[in-house]
């Protein structure tokens, strides 16, 4: 079954402990992304890479990181996490050039005490 | 301004009314335009996809693009109470670049 997974659901941190989101995919896709979604704003795009070692920044890249070593991962790294990340959080994948063919994962909801 | 409006709703309407969702959009090098549909604590899933100005249909839904007025719109004939969910429009410059949403229309389809 295609899918893309998130790990974890639900995350409940403090401020300034290091966190990272996990995203995985089993469809051989090149292009990931990571999306947040925010009551009244939307989903909006942090980061996405369009291949292994190759990534480029979205709206809202700041306070994150990536990397994506792998075809397959595409972890979200929250270095020093804030309350304004408090979010919830979308991976998604899809085959290079083909929208179609995109997924997104269930999502995880993150809160920055 | 943002790149991408749409009204947030929410819009309720009857079993079997036909659904208008519209979305308006300020960058004339948009050239991608998607419609994805969120149930309740899930992942948004692509519904319809187009590249180009007019019409696209998929069984009951509708994708409509007019790039002289940047303005897109999607249709669902026959509204279901299965429809009830969130629906975003998604735009992009060349496909697989960077997407921009709109804020997505709440919907409701009462039985």
């Known amino acids: 079954e295609a899918q893309v997974t998130q790990n974890p659901r639900y995350l409940i941190t403090v401020t300034g402990k290091k966190l990272t989101v996990t995203c995985s995919q089993n469809?051989?896709?090149?292009?990931m992304s990571w999306y947040r979604q925010d009551p009244g704003l939307g989903l909006r795009q942090i980061y996405y890479s369009m291949n292994v070692e190759v990534t480029d920044k979205g709206d809202v890249p700041e306070g994150y990181k990536v990397s994506r070593k792998e075809k397959r991962n595409f972890p979200l790294i929250l270095e020093s996490p804030s309350p304004n990340q408090t979010s919830l959080y979308f991976c998604?994948?899809?085959?290079?050039?083909?929208?179609?063919?995109?997924?997104f994962g269930p999502g995880t909801r993150l809160l920055v005490l | 301004q943002k790149e991408v409006e749409q009204d947030p709703g929410p819009l309720s309407v009857p079993e079997g009314a036909i659904v208008s969702l519209n979305c308006t959009y300020s960058n004339s090098a948009f050239q991608y335009f998607m419609w994805y549909r969120q149930y309740s604590r899930k992942g948004p899933e692509l519904l319809m996809y187009?590249?180009?100005?007019g019409n696209k249909e998929d069984g009951r839904f509708t994708a409509q693009v007019d790039k002289s007025s940047k303005y897109i719109s999607l249709f669902i004939r026959d509204s279901q109470p299965s429809d009830s969910a969130t629906y975003l429009c998604a735009i992009e410059e060349t496909s697989g670049s960077r997407l921009t949403f709109g804020e997505g229309t709440q919907l409701t389809v009462n039985p």
């Open positions: 469809m051989n896709h090149e292009y």
């Open positions: 187009t590249y180009s100005s």
């Open positions: 998604a994948s899809s085959s290079r050039g083909q929208r179609e063919t995109q997924y």
